[in-house]
């Protein structure tokens, strides 16, 4: 059993910046691929960002390549997305998850994936 818990969205301006993190406890969370997913009012919940247990690889939609970066701490059982230079199309609830079959890689299909936080609202005014 994983829990996850997100924090740190909010309203912020077109070209603003917002640091989302998620808490996990329960299974042992370095053993796990992590993942950043967004779904947006009507539309399917897409892929975002995803790491590996190591936090060695990582894995970005296109969208986001250059702008988001995710990122791990082990130690502290907490994983991140640093969103910079945000656009309007970038709001959405933002959901983390935990993989626990790291056979797959960095799964990027919403399947794939085991264990959800709660989301957190991301909204970018123009």
């Known amino acids: 059993q994983v829990q996850l818990v997100e924090s740190g969205g909010g309203l912020v301006q077109a070209g603003g910046s917002l640091r989302l993190s998620c808490e996990a406890s329960g299974r042992t969370f370095s053993r796990n691929v992590m993942g950043w997913f967004r779904q947006a009012p009507g539309k399917e919940r897409e892929f975002v960002a995803g790491?590996?247990?190591?936090?060695?690889?990582?894995d970005y939609t296109d969208s986001v390549k250059g702008r988001f970066t995710i990122s791990r701490d082990n130690d502290k059982n907490t994983l991140y997305l640093q969103m910079n230079s945000l656009k309007p199309e970038d709001t959405s609830v933002y959901y983390c998850?935990?993989?626990?079959?790291?056979?797959?890689?960095?799964?990027?299909?919403?399947?794939?994936?085991?264990?959800w936080g709660q989301g957190t609202q991301v909204t970018v005014s123009s």
């Open positions: 790491i590996t247990y190591s936090g060695a690889s990582t």
């Open positions: 998850a935990a993989c626990l079959n790291d056979a797959l890689g960095i799964a990027t299909t919403r399947s794939a994936y085991d264990y």
